[in-house]
């Protein structure tokens, strides 16, 4: 017998984030690297544990190598306790079959039995593609106080955004009368963040019913939520003041990143009381060169910088040679980016060597046609050979050859 | 491979009154070093790296704040259900560990409880990186009793009771002097033994018997006549930690490329306890040259040629150079400090200037305002 817990969090990291291309060639997207040192699974994981929940069940799917060895134990966020913790919950074959999880709503009905053995009052509903701060606790304490079946996080977004958002539109106390995906003409901009706090009584019920009907996607947003308003079930909206992102795509992840660098963005990751956990390789600390440039940057341990960074996030272990120069540029762990290289508004991945005098992506400024440009994207354990010119928006999974000058 | 017959034990404390400055608040295994380590991650992550599987601290007094850093021994991965770390104070009074033989004495037990067929003994005052394997295979190629770890360079100023090492063509020892006058580079032993762990007992016990309690004049000296002693030359980065600035110069050593590449090797990793630290943040308009940096520091004045820990601030317009400066110090804006070390939990306030010289670092206490 477990103990009850009275809130289990499950949370999302099945998908594939095919928007992220390269990226998430061979990882799922929760566990992209982010912001010099983190996964952006750490965001979430370790907002349960500062919100106080302690069984949190990891639903994947997609590429779950690297994600199940990097949530491991669980022990960088003192989720291995002895009877609870994070579990990783894949897909797995049952006596009448075997079935990948076929919608957000059917991974979580395929797992009922990891919920039921805690016996909770509450469940939370996570994504793993969103970076932000958040206590789940407030917002389960209002989901109590408005004895709701389902309590719905939203932020308010400019209004010209939010036709890209699924919006609620509520009564004055907060109760939601209506749902819009992405409507053209949105009458709220209160957006939906796809953190849902159910409870759980009613929650089971719905994804059994919702399994059982026939042509139903066995989503949240498509199927159960929709149902839920339609039989009048309480509905509550729970606003959220803060920094919040999507990460889903190259453009988001890039500016999220930068949004470190900006001291007017609220997201201190520097904060005692909510700390963002996460594995932490064994390095020395950083070394920064005689002749080196370093400024707006978060920069790792383990790297060793001799060239100029400026505006830019690089990761553990990275090398930045002499003349080298990193602007407005993601270099993830242990990159190498070698003498007299120029990368410019880039997101480099793993391991990847930049040759010498090569030049990834560009400035904005320099660049005639606006459609021409974007994010350039390099793919892990690649070789980008010397003198090579890697345009801008170009997503890169080969190795490049060298340019004879 | 994990777990080959050998077994380390670490002393924790001793040598404290050479750095009496920073060993006021802990112990010689506390002292930070580097940006991130303590004195023990390098004896403790060499005998990690080495396979070893069972490692001993042995600690006299003031040792809540090794407790505090070792923990459950996770970062060294010796959190273990078959061995693992074991922190051994004293268990009833401290004159028992007064030295390094009344110490393993009152251990015995433990030691003859433990199955391991060798002991690495080792003590924390030298900052190296060294693979106790190779040790132990120069050990069985020699047939030896004991195995000396021994460093060819001049004798490190002020070091307590040095033990001078004269060996026969095949390294064996023939010769050992205890605090005699030399000039010039010799062989000294660096503290560093490999044994069998039955030999040892029997000669604690010996010792322990006739009371003659000094286990470099009373163990090595008496007995390398009666035994086959071999010493091992480590011939790496080995600064051992005998003054204020022997430690400034040992930290200052790490902006060199090659000693840090000797130091922290990828295949033999320093560990050290976790902090979760965001990544460091240079700000607008902050300048850094040749400088050791770790996670969570935030940058926006100027850094030269600095060892700067955790959590460190620099505000605009300070400039530092050649100091040492450990975790979580604030110093203000448009500030000045030159050869200083600055130790934990420190505030420098706005406009403060402190100025040390090479061979004489200003020092300031752990959580003082100045």
């Known amino acids: 017998m477990y103990p009850k817990q009275e809130v289990v969090a499950m949370l999302l990291a099945g998908g594939q984030g095919s928007r992220l291309g390269v990226l998430t060639q061979k990882l799922a997207k929760p566990a992209v690297p982010f912001g010099g040192k983190y996964r952006i699974i750490d965001f979430p994981l370790s907002n349960c544990v500062n919100s106080g929940i302690d069984a949190v069940g990891v639903l994947t799917q997609y590429q779950p190598l690297v994600l199940n060895e990097y949530i491991g134990s669980g022990q960088p966020w003192d989720l291995d306790g002895n009877n609870s913790g994070v579990s990783v919950l894949s897909p797995y074959q049952q006596v009448k079959g075997a079935d990948w999880y076929s919608g957000t709503a059917n991974a979580i009905y395929q797992n009922i039995n990891y919920i039921d053995r805690y016996n909770p009052d509450y469940v939370v509903i996570l994504s793993g593609d969103h970076i932000y701060k958040m206590d789940y606790s407030k917002m389960i304490a209002e989901h109590k106080a408005n004895n709701a079946d389902c309590t719905i996080a939203v932020i308010d977004v400019p209004l010209a955004e939010a036709s890209r958002f699924g919006i609620m539109n509520t009564n004055p106390d907060g109760s939601i009368y209506e749902f819009e995906e992405k409507p053209e003409k949105p009458k709220s901009t209160n957006a939906s963040m796809g953190i849902y706090v159910f409870s759980y009584d009613k929650l089971r019920k719905y994804l059994i019913e919702d399994e059982e009907t026939e042509g139903s996607s066995h989503d949240f947003g498509k199927d159960i939520l929709p149902k839920m308003l339609e039989d009048g079930l309480r509905m509550f909206a729970y606003q959220f003041q803060g920094y919040w992102k999507d990460v889903g795509t190259i453009d988001s992840l890039w500016e999220s990143n930068m949004d470190l660098l900006d001291p007017n963005v609220p997201l201190d990751l520097t904060d005692e009381s909510w700390k963002i956990y996460s594995r932490n390789p064994v390095v020395p600390p950083q070394y920064i060169a005689e002749g080196a440039q370093v400024q707006n940057s978060l920069i790792a341990d383990g790297c060793s910088i001799s060239g100029s960074v400026d505006f830019s996030v690089l990761f553990s272990n990275v090398t930045v040679e002499p003349g080298a120069v990193v602007q407005d540029s993601i270099i993830m762990p242990g990159s190498v980016i070698k003498e007299g290289a120029v990368v410019q508004y880039a997101i480099v991945s793993e391991n990847t060597v930049i040759g010498r005098n090569a030049v990834v992506g560009a400035r904005p400024e320099t660049i005639v046609d606006k459609d021409q440009w974007g994010i350039a994207v390099i793919g892990d354990n690649l070789k980008i050979g010397e003198g090579a010119k890697i345009a801008p928006k170009a997503m890169v999974a080969e190795d490049v050859e060298g340019v004879e000058e | ?370």
């Open chain 2, 1 to 370: 491979m994990r777990g080959n017959n050998i077994m380390g034990i670490i002393f924790s404390n001793l040598h404290e009154d050479l750095i009496s400055e920073l060993t006021e608040v802990r112990i010689m295994g506390a002292v930070p070093f580097g940006g991130k380590y303590r004195m023990i991650d390098f004896p403790l992550s060499n005998m990690v790296n080495s396979g070893i599987n069972k490692v001993a601290v042995l600690t006299k007094s003031n040792y809540q704040s090794i407790i505090d850093h070792l923990g459950s021994g996770k970062a060294w991965d010796l959190s273990k259900k078959r061995n693992g770390l074991f922190i051994l104070p004293p268990f009833n009074n401290t004159s028992e560990y007064s030295n390094r033989m009344t110490t393993l004495n009152s251990i015995l037990p433990f030691l003859e409880n433990s199955t391991e067929e060798y002991v690495v003994i080792t003590d924390c005052d030298t900052i190296c990186n060294i693979d106790y394997q190779d040790v132990c295979r120069k050990h069985l190629e020699n047939n030896a009793d004991m195995t000396l770890v021994y460093k060819r360079a001049p004798l490190p100023e002020k070091l307590h009771d040095p033990a001078v090492l004269s060996f026969d063509s095949k390294g064996k020892v023939i010769d050992v002097l205890i605090n005699s006058n030399v000039n010039g580079s010799c062989s000294y032993y660096m503290n560093m033994m490999f044994i069998k762990r039955e030999l040892l007992i029997e000669l604690v016990n010996k010792c322990i018997s006739k009371n003659t309690l000094n286990f470099k004049r009373d163990i090595i000296q008496a007995e390398y006549k009666n035994l086959n002693v071999y010493g091992y030359e480590f011939k790496g980065f080995s600064p051992m930690i005998t003054s204020m600035s022997e430690y400034f110069s040992a930290n200052m050593a790490l902006m060199d490329q090659e000693i840090r590449a000797d130091l922290f090797t990828s295949d033999n990793p320093i560990y050290t306890k976790v902090r979760d630290d965001m990544p460091t943040k240079y700000g607008l308009g902050s300048k850094v040259t040749n400088s050791l940096i770790a996670n969570g520091c935030t940058i926006e004045g100027e850094v030269e040629n600095c060892i700067l820990f955790k959590g460190v601030h620099i505000g605009k317009g300070t400039k530092v150079s050649n100091c040492v400066i450990m975790q979580d110090t604030k110093i203000g804006a448009d500030g000045n400090l030159s050869y200083v070390i600055v130790d934990k939990d420190v505030t420098i306030k706005d406009e403060r200037t402190l100025m040390g010289f090479l061979s004489y670092p200003v020092y300031i206490s752990k959580g003082s305002v100045v």
